[in-house]
């Protein structure tokens, strides 16, 4: 009796041992599922000094796009994505954002992403509005253009900055 308990036990070891495994070739495999971004307070006031509605990063295959709080009250967003198709592949299947989205339009050098907000209640202004994966041997790729259509139906050109270039942001 004892024996069979003893291999019973070293069964279950043996078990948990490779769930384990598994997990964890499934995390370092997968990296962009346990991927959040967060706006750095640095980011936050760059925007801010330089009187940005979005700021973006490209940084690990992702280009991360955050909203400033100055953006309030909108019914819809869009926004123009600009890529190198010799240099870029974006994943479509793998955006996330904090809303509904949808590709209106799929041009060979980029594509317009537009976000349809239910409600904004819930809006997270220091997480990314949303995130593009991508890949690609020297990226080039960046937000360079961005409306926002508010509640009274006026559209507002939002001021999009590159977070990844320091202090000085361009100016779309």
Request: aromatic share 10%; proline share 3%.
């Amino acid at each position: 009796m004892g024996f069979l308990k003893r291999i019973f036990t070293d069964f279950k070891i043996l078990a948990l041992a490779l769930l384990i495994a598994v997990v964890v070739f499934a995390v370092v495999k997968n990296p962009n599922l346990f991927q959040a971004s967060v706006l750095l307070l640095e980011d936050r006031e760059t925007m801010q000094a330089n009187q940005r509605d979005i700021g973006y990063k490209n940084t690990s295959g992702v280009l991360d796009v955050f909203i400033s709080e100055n953006v309030k009250d909108f019914t819809e967003i869009l926004f123009s994505v600009t890529l190198d198709p010799t240099s870029v592949i974006v994943d479509f299947t793998k955006i996330d954002s904090q809303f509904p989205y949808e590709i209106t339009d799929q041009r060979e050098d980029g594509f317009d992403i537009r976000l349809i907000p239910a409600t904004l209640t819930g809006l997270d202004y220091d997480q990314s509005l949303f995130m593009i994966p991508f890949s690609g041997s020297n990226p080039y790729i960046l937000l360079s253009e961005g409306n926002a259509t508010l509640g009274n139906g006026d559209i507002q050109a939002l001021a999009i900055g590159n977070l990844d270039e320091g202090k000085t942001l361009h100016q779309n």
